[in-house]
């Protein structure tokens, strides 16, 4: 498979600019005022140029075509009769500049697929708005639908199609529409690890790469075997197949499909497509350390599916081992690794409900980086024990605010009573954050001793009002506690 980066459109923005601005002026007619000329030239024509640039490859595309006289209608209020005939000549003109994109795509699902893989993988519409040029309110209507149409399906308790486009909700809603994103939900439930897939994807079309999505996560699963160890030269030998002097036993490379697909890459693409991922920041490399390759938050989320069971199982068997160090063996599996994909071993390992694996924990509490140990804290409340207490009850200490404010949060779902005189202290913390998380989570551990603290915070006309509130709120608890306690 070819790694290339898809060719830009020949015609240059200038030149689009002037065509179209001859569009507007002399076959329709153009503004007839300086003012309104102005508004065509700085404002119209460039948001129309890059929604044209962007978009090259559907010109000859109907639900582009659409969306381009949407623009024009509800962005720069063209009535839609006559945005409706300027959109086709429009993008006559763009194609007459720009020339026939090699990768056009027809298929009038493709627009709609852009959208909703990005609003689906967490992009806010603004975000949509600047990546497409595509106009809000056409994007707001299109999420809107998409969520009703959600609405409609869990009410109905099934997905049967028929049943879902009659239903009266539905009505004002184009059909070819429910059609595609009944297809796109369904597909979450056909293809394993879609989320990833679509974010792959979205990654690939932002670089304007032709790479298949599942190659893209293989090279990331790669080298997160062999992250910060490799420089990118490094790396792309191994890519091809290269023999090194570390690369022993099973990895990767050697047990996985992958391998075969990768050695056949020709390696000044693979060169080019790991400097394209390293300008984007998806591939990061470590300037002081021979520049190291790493993955970044985002391609580590990329492979979380694929390499967090497997080490939550290794964390597990190790600690279940009568080994005599199978804490130093369990901590190492975790320590060292990406932090986004120990976050989410945690995570799974929390899932699990084994809390064993505290011990692991607090073993690795001063090795590892403060957005593992945040999620350490969390984990400590969710699963508790003696080693939850005991880390907990120092981590409220920790010079971090953050850290002191997720200690009080873990120690309230806790609600272990041993607890109350270090939320006791926290409530004099010089973070206003942490002095309303200990003030909550005194209301979980039901001891109504706790008032007269409470009552100092409510008391102070200094304090901050989102303190007092939560001050408020746990004196009513336990004062409701303490009435229970004497009526018994």
């Known amino acids: 498979m070819d790694i290339k980066v898809q060719p830009w459109p020949m015609?240059?923005?200038?030149?689009?600019?002037?065509?179209?601005?001859?569009?507007?002026?002399?076959?329709?007619?153009?503004?007839?005022?300086?003012?309104?000329?102005?508004?065509?030239?700085?404002?119209?024509i460039p948001e129309l140029?890059?929604?044209?640039?962007?978009?090259?490859?559907?010109?000859?595309?109907?639900?582009?075509?659409?969306?381009?006289?949407?623009?024009?209608?509800?962005?720069?209020?063209?009535?839609?009769?006559?945005?409706?005939?300027?959109?086709?000549?429009?993008?006559?003109?763009?194609?007459?500049?720009?020339?026939?994109?090699?990768?056009?795509?027809?298929?009038?699902?493709q627009p709609w697929e852009m959208i909703l893989r990005m609003f689906t993988i967490g992009y806010r519409l603004p975000e949509i708005v600047q990546k497409t040029g595509y106009p809000e309110a056409y994007l707001d209507i299109f999420k809107k639908n998409y969520l009703q149409l959600q609405e409609v399906i869990q009410a109905l308790g099934q997905t049967n199609e028929e049943q879902v486009l009659a239903h009266r909700d539905l009505a004002g809603t184009e059909i070819q529409m429910l059609r595609f994103m009944i297809d796109f939900r369904n597909r979450f439930q056909v293809f394993e690890?879609?989320?990833?897939?679509?974010?792959?994807?979205?990654?690939?079309?932002?670089?304007g790469l032709e790479l298949e999505p599942d190659s893209l996560i293989?090279?990331?699963e790669g080298l997160f075997e062999v992250e910060r160890q490799v420089n990118p030269s490094r790396f792309v030998d191994i890519l091809k197949g290269a023999k090194s002097a570390w690369l022993t036993g099973e990895s990767f490379f050697t047990k996985t499909r992958g391998y075969a697909i990768l050695a056949n890459w020709p390696k000044k693409q693979i060169t080019t497509l790991l400097e394209r991922l390293q300008e984007a920041n998806i591939i990061i490399s470590d300037a002081s350390h021979d520049q190291v390759l790493g993955l970044s938050e985002q391609a580590a989320r990329l492979i979380v599916p694929l390499v967090v069971p497997g080490l939550a199982d290794e964390v597990q068997n190790t600690l279940r081992s009568k080994a005599r160090d199978k804490i130093s063996r369990s901590t190492a599996v975790l320590q060292g690794k990406n932090p986004e994909v120990t976050v989410h071993v945690i995570r799974e390992l929390v899932r699990r409900g084994d809390t064993s694996v505290v011990m692991c924990f607090k073993a690795l509490q001063r090795r590892v980086t403060k957005k593992v140990f945040l999620q350490i804290v969390w984990a400590c409340g969710q699963l508790g024990g003696k080693d939850a207490i005991s880390l907990l009850s120092k981590a409220i200490l920790d010079r971090d605010s953050l850290v002191r404010v997720r200690s009080c949060q873990a120690m309230g779902q806790m609600a272990e009573q041993s607890f109350y005189f270090a939320l006791i202290n926290a409530l004099e913390d010089p973070v206003a954050l942490v002095r309303e998380n200990a003030a909550i989570a005194l209301s979980k551990l039901k001891m109504p001793s706790a008032l007269k603290h409470l009552e100092q915070l409510i008391e102070n006309m200094e304090e901050e009002l989102q303190v007092q509130r939560a001050a408020r709120e746990t004196r009513a608890i336990l004062l409701q506690e303490k009435e229970?306690?004497?009526?018994?």
């Not at 600019?17 to 569009?23: F, H, P």
């Not at 007839?32 to 508004?39: D, F, N, P, R, V």
């Open 193 to 207: 690890n879609y989320l990833e897939r679509l974010q792959a994807e979205q990654i690939i079309m932002e670089l």
């Open 11 to 44: 015609g240059g923005a200038g030149d689009l600019a002037q065509a179209l601005e001859k569009t507007f002026t002399e076959e329709w007619g153009g503004p007839k005022s300086a003012l309104a000329l102005a508004y065509l030239r700085e404002t119209v």
């Open 49 to 109: 140029v890059f929604c044209l640039r962007i978009n090259w490859h559907f010109f000859d595309n109907a639900t582009f075509r659409n969306i381009l006289t949407a623009k024009l209608n509800t962005q720069f209020a063209y009535p839609p009769a006559f945005a409706e005939g300027l959109s086709g000549d429009l993008l006559k003109c763009a194609k007459e500049v720009l020339g026939l994109s090699p990768v056009a795509n027809n298929h009038p699902w």
């Open 484 to 488: 229970q306690r004497e009526s018994e």
């Open 218 to 220: 293989r090279i990331f």
